[in-house]
């Protein structure tokens, strides 16, 4: 998957978070990637960070407890508080050159508390993240849980990915689909599954009035599942340093639907932090 030779940080003994880890060259930025609920190091790996390494930057992905090759013990609770702990752990032990946090739909919550809890980034690009705590938001996530319950993730998709992309994308997607045979009950004891299970007890109440770093927020207009325009418009009021990279076509993973333009945006908004600093 990766050319860079992978890694474990070390929690304790049960507990090791698997990272990939690049470091830039000429004095460039490091992309910091943190996953949604449902993604791993591979929604990064297959194409952005190595078309980001190739352009010179920098890249640390990793999975969280309950993700990809991460190890965890019978104590691990798979919850939001002990994310975001863990990725303030992985960046004080990696210290990437120059962070710049690039996150998917809830990561995005992940990474701002760890900036509020004293994690380092010099920037902040957010993938269709930005969200009020409602009825809305409970009730997708009280859903997928119980899809995941019902026929695991390839239900949970199934159910959600009309609202989640758009109609050429489902089309590209359809033959790997909707599976004739139906779908697989997952344990409640998945890892997967845990992890939706504690979604509800993140915070969205963040005081996006504290994020001065600059950020760049992606919108998937065909994200019909957890975008609200008024409320990410409210939102990004209030952030005192933001810009928005809005996609016309795209759903809620822009990563990977437009690899070659979002990989674009990530570094047009690198050289943009430069010039800011006075580096160029």
């Known amino acids: 998957m990766s050319s860079v030779a992978p890694k474990f940080v070390k929690i304790d003994e049960k507990n090791q ?3 990939i880890h690049q470091a830039p060259s000429q004095g460039k930025q490091t992309f910091v990637f ?3 609920m449902g993604a791993t190091t ?3 790996e297959d194409r952005i960070a190595p078309a980001l390494r190739a352009r010179g930057y920098g890249t640390l992905s990793f999975d969280y407890r309950g993700q990809g090759e991460t190890l965890y013990g019978s104590d691990a609770r ?3 508080e002990e994310i975001v702990s863990d990725i303030v752990h992985v960046l004080d032990d990696q ?3 120059r962070p710049i946090m690039c996150c998917l739909s809830i990561g995005g919550l992940f990474g701002v508390r760890a900036l509020e809890k004293g994690a380092n980034a010099e920037a902040i690009a957010l993938i269709n993240t930005l969200r009020k705590s409602n009825a809305q938001v409970e009730w997708i996530n009280t859903l997928e849980a119980r899809l995941i319950a ?3 993730m390839p239900l949970v998709y199934d159910v959600l990915r009309p609202v989640l992309s758009s109609a050429a994308e489902l089309e590209k ?3 790997t689909h909707l599976p004739e045979e139906g779908y697989t009950p997952w344990p409640a004891d998945h890892p997967r599954r845990r992890l939706a299970d504690g979604v509800n007890k993140a915070d969205w109440d963040f005081p996006w009035e504290t994020l001065t770093i600059p950020a760049l927020v992606f919108v998937g207009l065909h994200d019909r599942l957890f975008r609200i325009q008024k409320d990410v418009d409210d939102i990004l009021e209030r952030i005192p340093n933001a810009k928005v990279a809005e ?6 993973s822009l990563q990977a639907e437009f690899p070659d333009e979002f990989v674009s945006d990530l570094v047009k908004f690198a050289e943009e932090v430069d010039q800011t600093e006075g580096r160029k």
């Open 42 to 44: 591979r929604a990064w």
């Open 78 to 80: 798979l919850e939001p």
């Open 247 to 252: 996609y016309s076509d795209g759903g809620h």
């Open 34 to 36: 943190l996953n949604s």
């Open 17 to 19: 978070i698997h990272v």
């Open 150 to 152: 019902m026929g695991g």
């Open 173 to 175: 997607m359809r033959e």
């Open 95 to 97: 210290k990437p050159q």
